[in-house]
């Protein structure tokens, strides 16, 4: 059971450290963590312009340190999410395959592009890199989507959000994992209602989380199971409680 963070904490300048340390009050083992910590942690600058140059010329070397503070407390690195990746030049892109292997990943994942060239040239560098993309869908991603990005790499892979699968396509995703369940780098957890509803508390949308997850234990597929956190929090009640919850729900549906 990982975490898509600092995502689900709702602040994403939240430090390395403090990252942390709300994984281990959670007891936490394994996430998928955003770059943005990590640039900070390695002094990117502050201004975006600037940004395409200094990672042609970082050393990615400290991100292994990032990466042994994580190893240390339990915590491991599996999935790292990079944002504006279709607009990176060819430089940005091996330094962003190699941060992520740095980091103890394995795979990246990113939003998923409408662009048959977008998922082309993303394609060519993971085969490049040996090393998964998962693309991440949201309600208006199709299966069809999805097996158009696999057709064009080999390391073209799927992130497939369970609550917007359900919401946007009206049916279980379980079909689809079986089908592609090589392709699929990390699902992300999330309860919605059918016909495109809102977000609920996990166990009263009509998600099928807990087959999901028994079908991952029983088949023994290496696949993460990313809570991203999304409802409303319930009035008298905080973001940490309800993800802990949320972590109690997936922990008991596992026996």
């Not at 993800?243 to 008991?252: G, L, S, T, V």
């Amino acid at each position: 059971i990982g975490l898509n963070v600092p995502y689900s904490f709702a602040n994403p300048r939240m430090s390395r450290d403090d990252i942390l340390k709300n994984c281990i009050q959670l007891g936490l083992s394994a996430i998928e963590l955003r770059t943005q910590p990590v640039e900070a942690f390695l002094g990117a600058p502050a201004s975006a312009e600037q940004l395409p140059q200094w990672r042609k010329s970082v050393s990615i070397d400290r991100a292994k340190e990032f990466r042994k503070t994580y190893e240390a407390a339990g915590v491991l690195i599996e999935i790292v999410k990079v944002d504006g990746i279709f607009k990176m030049t060819e430089g940005e892109l091996d330094y962003v395959f190699a941060l992520a292997k740095a980091l103890g990943g394995r795979a990246i994942s990113t939003e998923i592009s409408n662009k048959d060239d977008d998922l082309k040239r993303l394609g060519q560098f993971a085969d490049k890199h040996q090393f998964m993309v998962g693309y991440h869908g949201h309600a208006t991603t199709t299966p069809a989507h999805w097996e158009r990005a696999f057709s064009f790499a080999k390391h073209n892979g799927a992130n497939v959000d369970l609550g917007h699968f359900v919401a946007g396509n009206n049916v279980s995703p379980i079909s689809f994992i079986k089908q592609h369940h090589d392709r699929i780098t990390h699902v992300h957890l999330k309860d919605r209602k059918l016909n495109n509803g809102p977000n609920t508390p996990f166990g009263e949308g009509d998600t099928p989380i807990a087959e999901v997850l028994r079908l991952f234990r029983d088949n023994k597929w290496s696949i993460q199971a990313t809570i991203e956190f999304e409802y409303k929090i319930p009035t008298g009640s905080d973001r940490m409680t309800e993800i802990a919850r949320a972590i109690k729900y997936c922990r008991e549906a596992l026996g």
